[in-house]
């Protein structure tokens, strides 16, 4: 049986890897300036919503695998996602274009080794890489976000790796948002929950990705404009096709999703979410999706 490949936004997830908040080192002064938090995150409050989280995942039949190690990164570690794609053929590592979580690529390595997983690339300078910016549309087709966090859509030796595994990557603008400072991925205002169903803030998207993406039949849910200031509408993970968790705090998106079908569970995100800035697709990193 596999026990890794994950090419796949929206495929039944079957494996997962999570980082536990449990930071050793005090945290900077400078949280927004560094680490781009709305203010100093509460360790505990932030530890119990994490398992909350672990375990809303375990119920819906995922194993739950976590992230273990020291970290210079470890404020942003807990974002897994970020750090690595998991392919049919095993581990692609990322490079962050954000200096401080550098670092985690390291870590990754370390902890997808301790599950037997082979690493078959690893980002080096000048390319970089955030796994928020990866839109799995097909299993044959990722979208990559140009942001400022990511270039891998514009480096000749990445598209013809993947393109070498059968996988085409097409390159999809990322708003300026805010700056640099401030977190915006290409899942930061687009979720797939299912082949054929998004989740969107479709007020930011490019009008070339969003008629990319319908024509490969892709129909639309809008975060609802009173929920969009909010800024996680839109980052909802799926775990089956039309089977998704997502933040409590939009009760619109979770109305229009239920109205299209969709099974949605909500956790609490205060600490986790809202003060450091990821949503539940930011938090898991997928290991095992089956298709």
Not at 95 to 110: C, H, N, T, W, Y
Not at 232 to 260: F, Q, S, T, W
Request: charged share 25%.
């Amino acid at each position: 049986m596999r026990s890794y490949g994950a090419q796949s936004a929206v495929a039944p997830l079957k494996r997962c890897l999570l980082r536990r908040p449990d930071w050793n080192t005090k945290l900077e002064e400078d949280w927004h300036g560094k680490w781009g938090f709305s203010r100093k995150p509460d360790l505990q409050e932030a530890q119990k919503e994490h398992e909350q989280f672990a375990n809303i995942l375990r119920d819906l039949g995922v194993e739950v695998c976590y992230l273990e190690g020291d970290s210079e990164a470890a404020f942003d570690a807990i974002f897994a996602h970020d750090r690595a794609l998991l392919t049919d053929e095993g581990a692609v590592i990322l490079r962050s274009g954000k200096p401080s979580r550098q670092a985690e690529s390291s870590l990754m390595v370390e902890g997808l080794r301790g599950l037997d997983i082979p690493i078959i690339y690893r980002m080096q300078s000048p390319m970089t890489a955030d796994g928020g910016d990866f839109l799995w549309v097909r299993r044959n087709l990722v979208l990559a976000g140009y942001s400022y966090r990511t270039n891998a859509a514009r480096q000749a030796e990445f598209v013809k790796f993947m393109g070498d595994m059968g996988v085409e990557v097409k390159s999809a603008p990322v708003p300026h948002w805010t700056g640099t400072g401030d977190v915006m991925h290409l899942t930061s205002f687009i979720s797939l929950v299912d082949h054929d169903l998004a989740v969107a803030h479709r007020k930011i998207m490019a009008v070339e990705t969003a008629e990319f993406l319908q024509e490969q039949g892709v129909e639309f849910v809008d975060v609802p404009d009173e929920e969009f200031d909010m800024g996680l509408g839109a980052n909802v993970l799926a775990v089956a096709p039309r089977k998704c968790v997502m933040l409590k705090d939009y009760p619109g998106v979770r109305k229009d999703l239920e109205a299209a079908g969709a099974e949605v569970t909500v956790f609490s995100g205060e600490e986790l979410s809202h003060c450091m800035k990821g949503g539940a697709t930011c938090l898991t990193l997928a290991l095992l999706r089956e298709y």
